[in-house]
């Protein structure tokens, strides 16, 4: 990991983070910056984090979602319902790892593959990533 643009290990960070913390008792100054959060017991520990620094500031970023909230002027509301064909690169939508509304997205490429005449096509290809070192 990088951090200040040096290479740090993942235990340097939390002690970093834990004396930030300490410093600001209330929050002033941490800011808190993480993916779309759809696990119920991170969305609890965040809330819980909020309660301890109130004055924190808390930031879910997609860039998937916001890319297309910037083009649409609103926000994303993704429909399966009448796709004929379907890409997917590099996105597990059907998870709902990381897909705010993952089980309308799966009811709706679900029910487009009960019958042969209106079956959808789905393609998905995966970026292979090599680690360094």
Known sequence: ????????????LLIELRQAALASKDGT????????????TLARQIKEAQ??????TFVQFD???AGTTLESGGSAVY??????????LD???LSGASYPGFHKLVHDFAARRKTPENLNRLYAWRVRRRLLG
């Open 1 to 12: 990991m990088s951090y200040r643009g040096e290479d740090r290990e993942w235990a340097e």
């Open 51 to 56: 309660a301890k620094y109130p004055k924190a």
């Open 79 to 88: 429909s399966l319902a009448d796709a004929d064909v379907i890409v997917s």
């Open 91 to 93: 996105a597990d939508f």
């Open 29 to 40: 100054g941490l800011y808190f910056l993480s993916g779309t959060v759809t696990s119920p």
């Open 63 to 65: 860039p998937a979602l």
